[in-house]
């Protein structure tokens, strides 16, 4: 019984570090769009463009460690939830609307992950 609780704690923790991952390569998309909004090869733009690359880098390396220790196909299914976190940062750093259609195909993204995710033999 020990074992098991530990298995599952283990992919608790596996699972965070997925969403913690996936919440830092929203972030460059973030920092995309700021890029975007610079002069080409100005200093901010650099910077932006810079931290783009950083955070790709640094979350490329926790990917290929999260997937030693989850299924490929359910750390893909997770990977929507990009989407998500595209328009909470949208709203919350760009000021930009959140539709109801939105909120939609975030409920839609969501159901989809806990269908893959979930164990329903």
Known sequence: MENKEKKIGSSV???????LALVLSSLSSVCSKMAAGQKL??????????LV???MFVYAIVWQQI???MPLTVA????PVTMVWGMIWGALIFKE??????????VIIFLGIYMVV????
């Open 76 to 79: 893909y299914a997770n990977k």
């Open 41 to 50: 090869l100005s200093v901010r733009f650099l910077v932006y463009f810079g």
């Open 53 to 55: 690359l950083v955070i």
């Open 13 to 19: 923790m596996t699972l965070i570090a997925l969403h």
């Open 118 to 121: 979930s164990d329903h033999e």
């Open 67 to 69: 997937l030693k220790r």
């Open 97 to 106: 609307r959140i539709t109801w259609n939105m909120i939609l195909g975030a």
